[in-house]
């Protein structure tokens, strides 16, 4: 029992050292807020009082709107037709007046340089068979009737640009001179043209009178 009593005793003290301790930190403290309000105080209330009014602002003076004159009703003025001069009577001088002919404008035919001769069909309407020409095919002579070259004259008398010209419309460029179209078409002409060797003829036999046939006496 006496010694319980001496535990509380020693407890109560210790709360009470705590205690104060405590309760002089807290003083201290509040010591500095009273400082620190008393400066903040005194600082507001040596300020100079501000107007917080705020000054009226005053509206912008607003143009009169100028309003036209409304123009009074006017009736509508109808506008009067030209009047037309009058045409002088044509004076007919002895007959009818002479009728000028038109004349049809010839066609300008557009510039194609190298366009070779070309023939809208075969002459006598045979064309000869190109495809003897060597490097020439069906295909290629399907070209060539389309483009108008039927004959092998007509490839023999080529000239170069005439003959670029052929190669640009065919797409082969540079294929006749190549293939030599032209000497094989020469050659061509020339056997076409030389006339074919007369046979001589040969001579007929006149035919053989018919024996007469012996009679036979009669006998006397």
């Not at 210790?14 to 807020?33: D, E, S, T």
């Not at 009273?34 to 107007?51: F, G, H, K, M, Q």
């Not at 295909?139 to 190669?167: C, F, K, P, R």
Request: net charge positive; proline share 11%.
């Amino acid at each position: 029992m006496p010694l319980l009593i001496i535990q509380l005793a020693i407890l109560v003290a210790v709360a009470f050292i705590v205690g104060c301790v405590l309760g002089r930190l807290f003083r201290r403290k509040n010591k500095a807020m009273t400082d620190e309000e008393r400066t903040i105080v005194a600082a507001a209330l040596s300020a100079p009082a501000v107007d917080e009014k705020p000054e009226p602002v005053q509206p912008a003076p607003v143009k009169e709107a100028v309003t036209a004159p409304l123009a009074k009703d006017k009736k509508p003025v109808k506008a009067s037709a030209p009047k037309k001069a009058p045409v002088p009577d044509a004076e007919v001088v002895g007959g009818p007046l002479p009728v000028q002919l038109v004349q049809p404008e010839e066609k300008s035919v557009p510039d194609d340089p190298g366009r070779p001769e070309l023939l809208d069909a075969p002459r006598e309407g045979k064309a000869d068979e190109l495809t003897v020409i060597g490097g020439i095919g069906k295909a290629i002579q399907s070209m060539l009737n389309g483009l108008g070259v039927y004959h092998y004259d007509q490839i023999a008398n080529w000239s170069d640009e005439e003959a670029a010209w052929v190669e640009r419309h065919i797409g082969f460029p540079r294929r006749i001179v190549r293939e030599n179209w032209i000497g094989q078409a020469e050659k061509l002409v020339e056997t076409t043209i030389k006339p074919a060797a007369k046979r001589p003829a040969r001579a007929r036999k006149a035919p053989a009178k018919p024996k007469a046939k012996p009679t036979k006496k009669s006998e006397a």
